[in-house]
């Protein structure tokens, strides 16, 4: 623990690796390796007017996940970028989508400040 006080005060870059290999010795690995996600529960909480939202980190991509839950339920998905004008895009599909029933992935690339 004194070690992570020491790299709090010297290198902040470090701490967060730090912290999970400490968590993981003191606790177990299990308190620092990511859960599986499993798309079924998320699906069964969502609704037309509650849609899921994914907030990803980079490296994680669940859209080959999603596309095969779609696949397995024989929902069409059509997916679109925002940005660059976009905008007009993604409404054309959302009101077509809710007319035809089909899925519609809004992808929104957010940058850090």
């Known amino acids: 623990f004194q070690r992570l006080l020491l790299l709090r005060a010297l290198r902040q870059d470090k701490l967060t690796p730090a912290?999970?290999?400490y968590v993981a010795e003191v606790m177990g690995s299990r308190f620092?390796?990511?859960?599986?996600?499993?798309?079924e529960p998320s699906f069964a909480d969502s609704s037309c007017a509650t849609p899921?939202?994914?907030v990803l980190s980079p490296g994680s991509d669940?859209?080959?996940?999603?596309?095969?839950?779609?696949?397995?339920?024989?929902?069409?998905?059509?997916?679109?970028s925002l940005g660059q004008g976009?905008?007009?895009?993604a409404q054309k599909l959302i009101e077509e989508g809710s007319a035809a029933g089909f899925w519609v992935v809004l992808?929104?690339?957010l940058r850090p400040e």
Do not use: H, T
Request: proline share 10%; net charge negative; no cysteine.
């Open 62 to 80: 669940p859209m080959a996940a999603l596309l095969k839950f779609a696949e397995d339920r024989g929902v069409r998905v059509e997916s679109v």
């Open 19 to 21: 912290i999970m290999q």
């Open 86 to 89: 976009q905008g007009p895009v």
């Open 32 to 39: 620092v390796e990511p859960q599986p996600f499993a798309l």
């Open 107 to 109: 992808q929104v690339w």
């Open 52 to 54: 899921l939202i994914f």
